[in-house]
């Protein structure tokens, strides 16, 4: 998706949900799946994703070496292996948007991807679900909105045809890439394919397609 757009909106001003994409991943081992979760602080209802804090419990020792186990004897782990240095060993993290925005601004970096990244907390945009993309769209000028598949349980069509922005939906439909330790499994981290197709990673991870809606 960041690949597809001009500019990539990191959304970190509503209200943090749990048990999603921002506090956990998977990865693939010989003895299967590991999840890969960041403990957070304890927070009310209504804290904003950008107010998250990690709870510093010597979880990232634990992701490094669940990682490094998993991937070590994959081709093109020693590739990758600054990354991971990076972000478990050179830092200590407080901040779960920090964070998250490092790791995808580094590997955006590794795969060439030229976009604009912008968090929404400096836009001080408006309204609340679709509004507030509309909003956010209107502030960068943007002629085109791409969103992931989940929101179509909260958008409205019209509302981005009424304000003259082309709504699409990225369709995630990925081709099958060499992944050890049996069936194939598309559920897992970026780090995976990197780890195994190492410079080729690109024309996997490159190969989403769109829905266009109007």
Same mark, same amino acid.
């Given at each position: #998706? $960041?690949? =597809?757009?001009? @500019?990539?909106?990191?959304?970190?001003?509503?209200?943090?949900?749990?048990?999603? *994409?921002?506090? %956990?991943?998977?990865?693939?081992?010989?003895?299967?799946?590991? *999840?890969?979760?960041?403990?957070?602080? &304890?927070?009310? %209802?209504?804290?904003?994703?950008? /107010?998250?804090?990690?709870?510093?419990?010597? *979880?990232?020792?634990?992701?490094? %070496?669940?990682? @490094?186990?998993?991937?070590?004897?994959?081709?093109?782990?020693?590739?990758?292996? !600054?990354?991971?240095?990076?972000?478990?060993?050179?830092?200590? *993290?407080?901040?779960?948007?920090? =964070?998250?925005?490092?790791?995808?601004?580094? $590997?955006?970096?590794?795969?060439?991807?030229?976009?604009?990244? #912008?968090?929404?907390?400096?836009?001080?945009?408006?309204? &609340?679900? !679709?509004?507030?993309?509309?909003?956010?769209?209107?502030?960068?000028?943007?002629?085109?909105?791409?969103?992931?598949?989940?929101?179509?349980?909260?958008?409205?069509?019209?509302?981005? =045809?009424?304000?003259?922005? %082309?709504? /699409?939906?990225?369709?995630? !439909?990925?081709?099958?890439?060499?992944?050890?330790?049996? /069936?194939? !499994?598309?559920?897992?981290?970026?780090?995976?394919?990197?780890?195994?197709?190492?410079?080729?990673?690109?024309?996997?991870?490159?190969?989403?397609?769109? /829905?266009?809606?109007?």
């Amino acid at each position: #998706m $960041i690949n =597809m757009v001009d @500019t990539f909106v990191f959304l970190e001003d509503v209200d943090f949900t749990k048990r999603d *994409w921002r506090t %956990r991943n998977k990865i693939k081992s010989k003895n299967g799946d590991i *999840w890969l979760r960041v403990p957070v602080k &304890k927070s009310p %209802r209504g804290t904003k994703i950008y /107010e998250i804090e990690i709870d510093l419990n010597g *979880w990232q020792e634990k992701h490094y %070496r669940s990682i @490094t186990m998993s991937y070590a004897q994959s081709d093109h782990f020693k590739s990758y292996v !600054d990354l991971l240095e990076h972000v478990y060993v050179e830092r200590q *993290w407080k901040s779960l948007s920090e =964070m998250n925005q490092f790791i995808i601004k580094s $590997i955006a970096a590794l795969l060439n991807i030229e976009t604009v990244f #912008m968090n929404s907390v400096s836009l001080g945009s408006e309204g &609340k679900a !679709d509004d507030k993309l509309i909003d956010i769209c209107k502030k960068l000028g943007a002629t085109h909105y791409l969103s992931g598949p989940a929101a179509k349980n909260y958008i409205c069509p019209n509302k981005f =045809m009424e304000n003259d922005i %082309r709504l /699409e939906y990225i369709v995630y !439909d990925y081709p099958e890439y060499p992944q050890p330790f049996g /069936e194939f !499994d598309h559920y897992v981290s970026v780090l995976d394919v990197l780890f195994n197709c190492g410079g080729q990673s690109a024309e996997y991870i490159f190969q989403g397609k769109k /829905e266009i809606v109007f």
